[in-house]
């Protein structure tokens, strides 16, 4: 499985824009790029996915570089209820669709 | 609402006493497995299951078994429970369609102690 890299840890102020990295340089040509979250207690939540161009829902944006060896989560506006581990996960479109979560980045949001 | 419900919440066991932790999603996905996350291990996936009748080996399948009689169902069976079975364990679920493209529905989680 191509394998991500995160920050351990991030802060971010309330209401501000926040930016998690990912990169993936082992990424192939198949792999969606997703994003979970998991908050405490909680089971991990989806958040976005991409292929190759920037994607944005209700929750989040997503920027993936051209080459998608790396991508970024963007988060408009965090709230409080943003402080979370956010995973990274490369996900394969054939075969068994398991996620493979790594460490995570625990984002704190600072009132 | 779209959910995956698991039961039970929370368990509390004796080594060797088998158990079965549920799981049942509502979306009609065909896609469903169950993965275990332990401190600094993070989540590992134990089995999956690609269909009604269809089940495969994940990461660490040793001490479990699953089975999928029906596409809504996927109950999880610790045979012969062990105290390195104590985990937090969640089942996803997903459409299989076009499976890169898909996102996963997660439980609330089954947190686990065998004593």
């Known amino acids: 499985d191509a394998k991500t890299t995160q920050p351990n840890s991030m802060e971010s102020n309330e209401e501000e824009p926040v930016h998690l990295p990912c990169n993936h340089s082992t990424i192939s040509g198949t792999d969606y790029i997703h994003w979970y979250r998991q908050l405490p207690s909680q089971g991990p939540e989806y958040v976005i996915h991409g292929l190759t161009s920037n994607v944005n829902n209700r929750m989040a944006s997503l920027a993936i570089a051209e080459d998608r060896k790396s991508s970024t989560l963007i988060l408009h506006r965090a709230t409080l209820r943003d402080a979370a581990v956010y995973y990274c996960?490369?996900?394969?479109?054939?075969?068994?669709?398991?996620?493979?979560f790594g460490t995570g980045t625990r984002l704190t949001i600072i009132p | 609402e779209a959910q995956v419900t698991q039961n039970p919440r929370y368990l509390i066991t004796v080594t060797g006493k088998k158990l079965t932790v549920t799981c049942s999603q509502n979306m009609n996905h065909e896609y469903m497995s169950w993965y275990r996350q332990d401190p600094g291990l993070g989540l590992r996936q134990i089995y999956y299951s690609m269909n009604v009748e269809v089940t495969d080996k994940g990461d660490v399948p040793e001490g479990y078994k699953v089975s999928r009689k029906e596409k809504r169902n996927f109950p999880l069976i610790l045979e012969s429970p062990s105290p390195n079975q104590t985990s937090l364990y969640f089942c996803a679920s997903s459409f299989s369609e076009a499976s890169g493209d898909t996102e996963a529905f997660f439980g609330q989680g089954t947190r686990l102690t065998v004593v």
């Open positions: 996960i490369l996900r394969e479109d054939f075969g068994n669709e398991k996620l493979t």
